[in-house]
């Protein structure tokens, strides 16, 4: 894989792990209902290609998937949002619970929700907008399905994808919820109507739910499994793979998690020796650390063997180097316990002293002060941060350093870095 390849899939996995607050969205939708934007009058084009239509994909909480499929050949015009392999096989065999229920909007759009379908791990809805006289907004923002209630049922809504067609009259979409309840007979779905005055509604559909027709469990195991990390602690706490997608659960308590951006994205589940796709991850704070989730693809239908394995996680090294700027080449590297630190400049400015750097893209340095004089000064704050290449192609991450003083320092101080540190540690998950 050349660099440019890895640092986009390092890129998608930084942008799977970011997670909302859990308090986000309140405050989002109040600031939102206060001072909403003015809406404009536009001619609704008539010539977009289905290929080239706006295809909206939502990440709430931390995750996508890359493929979805309503499990029921009742439903039609949904066939552009089904991909994949086992996820089709599965649309194949005619499952799902056909629903058929709408309502109509204030600006006479028609939604229907058309089935679902459902499992241990999520529920997936699929619905549709129609309007003859033209959806003005082409990524279906008129219509925002937030959360699904029902007995001991309180789901949330994590993420989605929607198309529209040619003419920008018909919108087929698909949301995912947290799994509800084994229990529940009804299912009543949550929405945010967007009206023509900017101004929010809300409202809801209900309908009958069949948890008989939920899909069946292929794997369900704890792991409970705890491993030491510089920082702290990540426990394993189990596996739920269902035909939609495979989910491992835990928590951890890891002082310097977020220091780094790919926390996660070093754990890989490995099933009969293949690594299976990661799909996502999130976590969210808890009274005793933090919870995380990490969403991985299908399992095979034949599974012999099932292994988690940690690849790499946030860690920290101890450095107390004393770097001697007047010594220092911008073209050489400076060795961090084997990661890479380039100093490319060194300025007294109105702001301050400035010390443009670059490291590696999983390194952040901790402690950093400047001496001049036998004076320290700390690390005021850090600007500018970008992406810089070097010669060979390889993608650094530069910024510039500030520090309140105006005298020209005479050295460079670093404790400490916290980095994406190898653990490769192995947990076997029996199949049997």
Same mark, same amino acid.
């Given at each position: 894989?050349?660099?440019?390849? $890895?640092?986009?899939?390092?890129?998608?996995?930084?942008?799977?792990?970011?997670?909302?607050?859990?308090?986000?969205?309140?405050?989002?939708?109040?600031?939102?209902?206060?001072?909403?934007?003015?809406?404009?009058?536009?001619?609704?084009?008539?010539?977009?290609?289905?290929?080239?239509?706006?295809?909206?994909?939502?990440?709430?909480?931390?995750?996508?998937?890359?493929?979805?499929?309503?499990?029921?050949?009742?439903?039609?015009? %949904?066939?552009?949002?089904?991909?994949?392999?086992?996820?089709?096989?599965?649309? $194949?065999?005619?499952?799902?619970?056909?629903?058929?229920?709408?309502?109509?909007?204030?600006?006479?759009?028609?939604?229907?929700?058309?089935?679902?379908?459902?499992?241990?791990?999520?529920?997936?809805?699929?619905?549709?907008?129609?309007?003859?006289?033209?959806?003005?907004?082409?990524?279906?923002?008129?219509?925002?399905?937030?959360?699904?209630?029902?007995?001991?049922?309180?789901?949330? &809504?994590? @993420?989605?994808?929607?198309?529209?067609?040619?003419?920008?009259? $018909?919108?087929?979409?698909?949301?995912?919820?947290?799994?509800?309840?084994?229990?529940?007979?009804?299912?009543?779905?949550?929405?945010?109507?967007?009206?023509?005055?900017?101004?929010?509604?809300?409202?809801?559909?209900?309908?009958?739910?069949?948890?008989?027709?939920?899909?069946?469990?292929? &794997?369900?195991? @704890?792991?409970?499994?705890?491993?030491?990390?510089?920082?702290?602690?990540?426990? %394993?706490?189990?596996?739920?793979?269902?035909?939609?997608?495979?989910?491992?659960?835990?928590?951890?308590?890891?002082?310097?998690?977020?220091?780094?951006?790919?926390?996660?994205?070093?754990?890989?589940?490995?099933?009969?020796?293949?690594?299976? $796709?990661?799909?996502?991850?999130?976590?969210?704070?808890?009274?005793?650390?933090?919870?995380?989730?990490?969403?991985?693809?299908?399992?095979?239908?034949?599974?012999?063997?099932?292994?988690?394995?940690?690849?790499?996680?946030?860690?920290?090294?101890?450095?107390?180097?004393?770097?001697?700027?007047?010594?220092?080449?911008?073209?050489?590297?400076?060795?961090?316990?084997?990661?890479?630190?380039?100093?490319?400049?060194?300025?007294?400015?109105?702001?301050?002293?400035?010390?443009?750097?670059?490291?590696?893209?999983?390194?952040?340095?901790?402690?950093?002060?400047?001496?001049?004089?036998?004076?320290?000064? @700390?690390?005021?704050?850090?600007?500018?941060?970008?992406?810089?290449?070097?010669?060979?192609?390889?993608?650094?991450?530069?910024?510039?350093?500030?520090?309140?003083? @105006?005298?020209?320092?005479?050295?460079?101080?670093?404790?400490?870095?916290?980095?994406?540190?190898?653990?490769?540690?192995?947990?076997?998950?029996?199949?049997?």
């Amino acid at each position: 894989m050349n660099h440019v390849e $890895e640092r986009l899939r390092d890129e998608k996995k930084r942008i799977n792990s970011i997670t909302a607050p859990e308090e986000l969205e309140t405050r989002l939708r109040n600031a939102l209902n206060e001072a909403a934007p003015k809406r404009t009058k536009r001619r609704i084009p008539r010539v977009w290609k289905a290929a080239a239509a706006a295809l909206f994909l939502i990440v709430i909480f931390g995750y996508h998937y890359n493929a979805f499929a309503y499990y029921g050949k009742k439903l039609l015009g %949904f066939d552009e949002l089904i991909s994949g392999t086992l996820l089709q096989e599965l649309n $194949e065999q005619g499952m799902g619970q056909l629903v058929d229920k709408g309502v109509t909007l204030e600006d006479g759009t028609e939604v229907t929700i058309d089935g679902i379908m459902s499992d241990a791990n999520q529920l997936i809805l699929y619905y549709t907008l129609r309007n003859p006289k033209g959806i003005e907004d082409a990524m279906g923002g008129i219509f925002n399905p937030e959360q699904i209630t029902g007995f001991l049922t309180n789901s949330n &809504v994590h @993420s989605g994808t929607s198309l529209i067609n040619e003419d920008h009259t $018909e919108i087929k979409g698909m949301r995912t919820f947290k799994p509800v309840s084994p229990f529940a007979k009804q299912l009543t779905l949550h929405y945010r109507e967007q009206l023509q005055n900017n101004q929010g509604k809300d409202g809801s559909i209900s309908f009958p739910y069949d948890p008989n027709k939920a899909m069946q469990t292929q &794997v369900k195991k @704890s792991i409970r499994k705890t491993i030491k990390v510089d920082k702290g602690t990540i426990t %394993f706490r189990s596996i739920t793979a269902t035909p939609t997608m495979t989910l491992i659960e835990g928590s951890f308590n890891v002082e310097n998690f977020d220091r780094i951006h790919s926390g996660l994205s070093g754990i890989e589940l490995i099933a009969n020796g293949t690594p299976v $796709e990661e799909l996502g991850s999130g976590h969210q704070s808890s009274i005793r650390g933090r919870n995380f989730s990490i969403h991985y693809g299908l399992l095979p239908k034949q599974l012999d063997s099932l292994e988690l394995v940690m690849k790499e996680f946030v860690g920290y090294q101890k450095l107390d180097q004393k770097l001697s700027l007047a010594s220092i080449n911008e073209n050489e590297p400076i060795s961090l316990e084997g990661k890479g630190l380039w100093v490319k400049k060194a300025a007294v400015t109105s702001q301050g002293v400035e010390i443009t750097i670059a490291t590696d893209d999983d390194v952040l340095l901790d402690g950093v002060s400047i001496e001049a004089q036998d004076e320290v000064t @700390s690390l005021r704050t850090t600007v500018n941060q970008l992406d810089s290449k070097l010669e060979d192609g390889t993608i650094m991450k530069e910024r510039t350093l500030l520090f309140d003083t @105006s005298v020209m320092p005479e050295y460079l101080h670093i404790k400490g870095m916290h980095y994406m540190k190898e653990y490769n540690q192995v947990i076997e998950i029996p199949v049997n």
